[in-house]
Antibody, heavy 120, light 106 residues
């Protein structure tokens, strides 16, 4: 069974950096696109970033463009999100999610999420 | 960006049929998907590409629609279905989610 496990969250001061990881298992990681999605406390879901299976295509939400960097290491079955210049509005539960490679596919498997709190 | 609109909440009785709607600000073809999120859990895919039931999801869930109008139907509603339901489009970037519909018991 496929599994995604996020890590690296925590409390960080505004303006500082944090790097999240998502370890994949139970499926061939290199065959899937991957995404980060976040959910602020008590709020809805917001797509953050997307990376194709071979890292050829990378996209970001305007709210994080220039501050966040998505990457992956297929040899280590791991997805990353480097977050810099963090703001209070980045406080959220961050999920990684798998996306089959094809036009318009859904996010068919999600991790349990990791909390990021930006506060002084 | 494609904006998705959902009713904020629906009150239902167990055993009832319920329809949750999602409207897109422009056509997304059938690249619309539905997720269920229970309290304290991650979202789970229910329906993909408007009308396809994900393997393992109970057959009381169904989806329909194309273009700008979509619905998720639960028939009959069971206690385990009390959750938030989100629609999502992957027709174009940025991917967007609806604000969610909270299913509550009457």
């Amino acid at each position: 069974e496929e599994q995604l496990v996020e890590s690296g969250g925590g409390l960080v001061q505004p303006g500082r950096s944090l790097k999240l990881s998502c370890l994949a298992s139970g499926f061939t990681f290199s065959n899937f696109g991957m995404n980060w999605i976040r959910q602020a406390p008590g709020k809805g879901l917001e797509w953050v970033a997307s990376i194709s299976s071979s890292s050829s295509y990378i996209y970001y939400a305007d709210t994080v463009k220039g501050r966040f960097t998505i990457s992956r290491d297929n040899a280590r079955n791991t997805l990353y999100l480097q977050m810099t210049s963090l703001r209070s509005e980045d406080t959220a539960l961050y999920y990684c999610a798998r996306q089959p490679v094809a036009r318009g596919t859904a996010f068919d498997s999600w991790g349990q999420g990791v909390m990021v709190t930006v506060s002084s | 960006d494609t904006v998705l609109t959902q009713s904020p909440a629906l009150a239902v009785s167990l055993g009832q049929r319920v329809t949750i709607s999602c409207r897109a600000s422009k056509s997304v073809s059938t690249y619309m998907h539905w997720y269920q999120q229970k309290s304290g859990q991650q979202p789970k895919l229910l329906i993909y590409s408007a009308s396809n039931l994900k393997s393992g999801v109970p057959s009381r869930f169904s989806g329909s629609g194309s273009g700008t109008g979509f619905t998720l139907t639960i028939d009959p509603v069971e206690a385990d279905d009390i959750a938030n339901y989100y629609c999502q489009q992957t027709n174009e970037l940025p991917y967007t989610f609806g604000p969610g519909t909270k299913l509550e018991l009457k």
